[in-house]
């Protein structure tokens, strides 16, 4: 997604604040009934999940230019039709289906099922799993509109099938699973920091951080010294990535989102973590803002994902930028066919291509991690990619 950094943010409607108002009851009642304090990821699972009021759960429109950002999907078509170039490399090695997790507006689902149909490979199922009510409604007019005679094939689901063979992806999921805050205060005393309520509202709030995997977590991640330090550890969104390199019986998930590899995510500099609001095409650092209206995401630790991924008995099958796997599933070939005097430093400058690859948009920051079981031989995505080290 690309956003305006930008610290006056546009007031809400009416119903929208009095939306984010009984959120902010819904969540101030949970912090009541924890004695005082929660932690900060189930602030964040409150804020965004709690059933028909949070930001994921609740009918405000959260992609496109009525929303509050813009997903690779939405920017070119061409996303998606790189994708389904993978796609289909995996399903012709290992038959199966399709799983996207989070699909968003739809616009992913679409544009995959499209490319794969024209080639003759479309999958017999597309599974969509999706916990938002008011987003299936949205995915299934879309799918309704632009697959009307094929709508039988796809299928949304509440949770992850006990077994699935195929292709699954994932586009900006992982930094939306709701994350822990750890925090080193001066002097080197670890705390998990929290949310309390205060005159004023929320409010944040550190407490001890007692033994336990967030603690080790911290103490093997957060660079040496005794100097202030905060980040995050996402211990869900690594349960995910192992749960599904667990259900894998046989072919690809594929993870696209903005992160680092470790060593550059616990870098010393990066002292403040990596926490970001998105709201009307802008983001900033306040989680307590208009809660249920505002996105509220993290970067994603890749290396802590591969690790998962092997825990769960799949191997690394590739990793690089989005812009390295996007050129490499073919997306300069798939442009030139429309415009035979393109080329790609034309595209960087001149079309909405440039924000899928150019450096200084989602390009670098944007990685895309892929593992698997029963593979044979290099993916496309990554086979002419030039490969990061996690």
Request: charged share 20%; with cysteine; net charge negative.
């Amino acid at each position: 997604m690309t956003l305006t950094a930008d610290p006056v943010l546009p007031a809400p409607t009416p119903e929208a604040a009095a939306h984010s108002r009984l959120v902010g009851e819904y969540i101030a009642a949970d912090i009541l009934d924890a004695g005082g304090w929660i932690p900060f990821s189930r602030y964040v699972e409150l804020a965004l999940y709690a059933p028909g009021l949070g930001y994921y759960a609740a009918g405000a429109r959260k992609f496109g230019a009525e929303g509050d950002f813009v997903t690779a999907p939405e920017i070119s078509p061409y996303f998606g039709r790189c994708v389904a170039m993978q796609a289909r490399q995996v399903l012709q090695a290992v038959g199966g289906d399709i799983l996207e997790l989070g699909p968003g507006s739809g616009a992913l689902a679409a544009e995959v099922f499209a490319e794969l149909k024209a080639a003759g490979a479309a999958p017999r199922n597309y599974f969509m799993l999706e916990v938002s009510p008011d987003l299936r409604e949205r995915q299934h007019a879309l799918l309704a509109e632009r697959h009307p005679e094929d709508l039988g094939r796809f299928t949304w689901l509440d949770t992850l099938p006990m077994q699935f063979r195929g292709f699954v992806v994932a586009n900006e999921v992982l930094d939306v699973v709701p994350f822990a805050l750890a925090h080193r205060a001066q002097g080197g005393e670890l705390r998990e920091r929290g949310v309390i309520l205060s005159d004023a509202g929320f409010a944040w709030d550190d407490q001890a951080l007692g033994e336990g995997e967030l603690l080790r977590r911290a103490c093997a991640v957060f660079p040496p010294g005794a100097y202030e330090y905060l980040s995050e550890v996402s211990l869900p969104a690594e349960a995910l990535v192992r749960s599904i390199a667990t259900v894998l019986e046989a072919g690809v998930a594929l993870f696209i989102d903005y992160g680092f590899p470790q060593r550059e995510y616990y870098h010393p500099q990066r002292s403040m973590g990596t926490l970001r609001c998105h709201y009307r095409h802008r983001f900033h650092g306040d989680p307590f803002f208009l809660p249920g209206l505002q996105d509220i995401t993290a970067h994603v630790d890749f290396s802590a994902m591969a690790r998962a991924a092997e825990q769960g008995g799949a191997e690394i099958e590739g990793f690089t930028t989005q812009a390295h796997f996007l050129i490499s599933c073919g997306l300069a070939v798939m442009v030139a066919e429309n415009d035979p005097e393109a080329t790609l430093s034309r595209l960087k400058a001149n079309s909405a291509v440039h924000r899928l690859i150019d450096p200084s948009e989602m390009g670098e920051l944007f990685k895309a991690l892929a593992i698997g079981k029963g593979m044979q031989g290099p993916l496309l995505g990554f086979q002419a990619a030039r490969p990061l080290a996690l």
